[in-house]
């Protein structure tokens, strides 16, 4: 079973920064992709970013050039750096990781609990 546990969401004045982590842990076995997704109240869950484990990204088109999506291998970590943040980037922001696993290479996603985000004006 894999746990995906985020932190360093907050408050945040426009045109701050701030970084979110998430944390997995089990057994982590071949990564498909990892990635960041937010939702705001009666809004469906859209993406923010996504990443290969072949290093490639991808971006929405409102955050593109000012999130980046990274990862630390050596502690299972997967970060996702804001900066120029605007009042509409406020949301509950979600880690998701998607595992190969087996000969099948059956393809199993994981959802952290989602980390508060709030931007001021």
């Known amino acids: 079973q894999v746990q995906l546990v985020e932190s360093g969401g907050g408050l945040v004045q426009a045109g701050g920064s701030l970084r979110v982590s998430c944390a997995a842990s089990?057994?982590?076995?071949?990564?498909?992709?990892m990635g960041w997704y937010r939702q705001t109240p009666g809004k469906q869950r859209e993406l923010v970013a996504t990443a290969t484990s072949g290093g490639t990204t991808n971006y929405a088109d409102s955050v593109k050039g000012r999130f980046t999506i990274s990862r630390d291998n050596t502690k299972n970590t997967m970060y996702l750096q804001m900066n120029s943040l605007k009042p509409e980037d406020t949301a509950v922001y979600y880690c998701?990781?998607?595992?190969?696993?087996?000969?099948?290479?059956?393809?199993?996603?994981?959802w952290g609990q989602g980390t508060q985000v709030t931007v001021s004006s």
């Open positions: 089990g057994s982590i076995s071949r990564i498909n992709t």
């Open positions: 998701n990781l998607r595992l190969l696993s087996g000969a099948n290479l059956i393809l199993t996603t994981y």
